[in-house]
Nanobody
Framework: QVRLVESGGGLVKAGDSLRLSCADS????????MGWFRQASGQGREFVAT????????QYTDSVLGRFTISRDFAENTLYLQMNSLKPDDTAVYYC???????????????????WGRGTQVTVSS
């Protein structure tokens, strides 16, 4: 059973950094596509970043390019999102997701992800 758990969110000031983590103690991410999405209050779920676990290929939404970095730790079986130079517009609940099948691809579409964590709140004050 897939059980994704995000951590690392919090309340920070504009310009600060946070690192989000996503882990599943019961399942290896090897071979899967992983993603980070976010949802601000009253808005839809937005793609943030994606990585293919095996190849390391990544893609980001334009608004976080140069500020956010998605990465993975093979030994810890953990997905990360390093967020630097945070802005108030980054305030949202952040979710990690994993594809439902092994794939060499990456995807920006939430419909390509079968499993989701419960999310972690990131709040950036001005």
């Amino acid at each position: 059973q897939v059980r994704l758990v995000e951590s690392g969110g919090g309340l920070v000031k504009a310009g600060d950094s946070l690192r989000l983590s996503c882990a599943d103690s019961g399942r290896s991410f090897s071979g899967y596509s992983m993603g980070w999405f976010r949802q601000a209050s009253g808005q839809g779920r937005e793609f943030v970043a994606t990585i293919n676990w095996n190849s390391g290929i990544t893609q980001y939404t334009d608004s976080v390019l140069g500020r956010f970095t998605i990465s993975r730790d093979f030994a810890e079986n953990t997905l990360y999102l390093q967020m630097n130079s945070l802005k108030p517009d980054d305030t949202a609940v952040y979710y990690c997701a994993v594809s439902g099948y092994k794939t060499p691809m990456i995807s920006v579409s939430p419909t390509d992800y079968a499993y989701w964590g419960r999310g972690t709140q990131v709040t950036v004050s001005s």
